[in-house]
């Protein structure tokens, strides 16, 4: 089964410093991944994906993030955070085996909190 | 452009009741998926349909039920109520496969 780990519960970090959030899938054949953030009392926003193409990936608010797949990464990074960016961080893969048949579902990992401090 | 609308948006309800949360897509997307949100276990897959076809299932007991109506909206039930079935239970609907999902603000359960 699919697992997604990332690998920080919480980060910290002053505003208008760069921050990078990871995260690695359990191989598999081909995966699709994405980045999602979530505010409080909210659900979930999507802030980008990768399905296939360029491995670095634009997403909204100035993030982005790179696929590795010999890594098996997709780390999430924006280069100057603001108070406002402060939310819960999840990334999530839908893999194929294969024959290329996607077993549809996310896959969540547990989670990151972004805190930005003044 | 309306979002992902879910109701109620709070629900209390005594152990061993049953209970429906509505989910209402937005317009034009035909796929929609429920998850259960909570801290210890974090965002867990639920059910996903399609064209009112549930065409994947999670890890879940058969307390927990799905359907998808013809004009997409979607319910799910859970039935005999548990203490661990409190949760934040989020619908997510897509306009085609992979697109990326846009969640609802998620119906929060308590079971007392």
């Known amino acids: 089964a699919q697992s997604v780990t990332q690998l920080d519960s919480q980060v910290p970090v002053f505003e208008e410093a760069p921050v990078e959030l990871r995260c690695n899938y359990s191989s598999s054949v081909s995966v699709y991944l994405f980045w999602y953030v979530q505010y409080p009392n909210q659900g979930l926003q999507l802030l980008l994906k990768?399905?296939?193409?360029?491995?670095l990936v634009k997403g909204i608010n100035g993030f982005e993030a790179e696929f590795n797949k010999s890594q098996t990464s997709f780390h999430l990074r924006k280069p100057s955070v603001h108070i406002s960016d402060t939310a819960e961080y999840f990334c999530?893969?839908?893999?194929?085996?294969?024959?290329?048949?996607?077993?549809?579902?996310?896959?969540f990992g547990q989670g990151t909190i972004l805190t930005v401090h003044p | 452009k309306a979002g992902v609308t879910q109701t109620p948006r709070y629900l209390i309800k005594t152990r061993g009741q049953q209970v429906t949360l509505s989910c209402s897509p937005i317009s034009g997307h035909r796929s929609v998926s429920w998850y259960q949100q909570t801290p210890g276990q974090g965002l867990q897959f639920l059910f996903e349909y399609f064209s009112e076809t549930q065409r994947n299932k999670g890890n879940f007991p058969g307390r927990f039920s799905g359907r998808q109506f013809s004009n997409s909206r979607s319910e799910m039930n859970v039935s005999t109520l548990e203490l661990g079935d409190s949760a934040l239970y989020l619908c997510?609907?897509?306009?085609?496969?992979?697109?990326?999902?846009?969640f609802g603000s998620g119906t929060r359960l308590t079971v007392v």
């Open positions: 997510a609907s897509e306009p085609r496969p992979y697109y990326g999902y846009t």
């Open positions: 990768y399905l296939s193409g360029s491995t």
């Open positions: 999530a893969v839908i893999d194929f085996n294969a024959g290329g048949t996607s077993y549809g579902k996310l896959t």
